[in-house]
């Protein structure tokens, strides 16, 4: 079993200063490349294989895809001065019902591909002062800015690939 410490379990502190929006744009902007990178050698066996009832590589990637509407409107909440954010669907109900591992693993990174290269050109278009917006992350009960919301991204990305890699070593 993982020691890996479960995504809902983590906690965060925004401490670092908003203006480091560019290497948290970075980092999310890099996921696609990583992504592809880290499955592109590995058998579709391997890939759709599940750790017991936990998500296949396949299924992990494909939850990546599925969040990306979570973040795009939770940065349309930012520019629209919302208060609190949306809460996000901790049951991944989404993911499980999306079947994944049916699905063509070219097909999941195109698409996580494209999707996240739209969120990263609205965050380039946007003026350094507005990465200092704030609103309320119903989850974790803090105040988040944009940009602690962008490093929250790039950590749930990394969550996933951190995952990824241990269920490559496991299989």
């Not at 890996?4 to 983590?10: E, T």
């Not at 992504?35 to 759709?48: A, G, W």
């Not at 296949?56 to 509407?69: K, M």
């Not at 917006?133 to 988040?144: D, E, G, S, T």
């Amino acid at each position: 079993m993982s020691e890996h410490l479960q995504w809902g379990q983590r906690t965060f502190a925004f401490t670092f200063p908003a203006e480091v929006f560019p290497e948290m744009i970075e980092r999310v902007r890099g996921t696609p490349a990583r992504l592809e990178d880290r499955v592109s050698s590995i058998p579709l066996t391997i890939l759709t294989r599940r750790d017991g009832e936990r998500w296949s590589i396949q299924e992990n990637a494909g939850h990546l895809l599925d969040i990306e509407g979570l973040f795009s409107r939770r940065l349309d909440e930012f520019l629209a001065g919302a208060e609190i954010l949306q809460a996000a669907d901790m049951s991944n109900r989404k993911t499980f019902e999306a079947d994944h591992n049916r699905a063509n693993m070219q097909s999941i990174l195109t698409n996580f591909r494209h999707e996240r290269t739209r969120l990263v050109q609205r965050f380039d278009d946007l003026q350094p002062e507005t990465f200092t917006k704030v609103a309320h992350h119903p989850r974790l009960n803090v105040p988040m800015r944009l940009v602690d919301m962008i490093f929250f991204q790039a950590e749930h990305d990394d969550y996933h690939l951190a995952r990824i890699s241990e269920l490559v070593r496991l299989f």
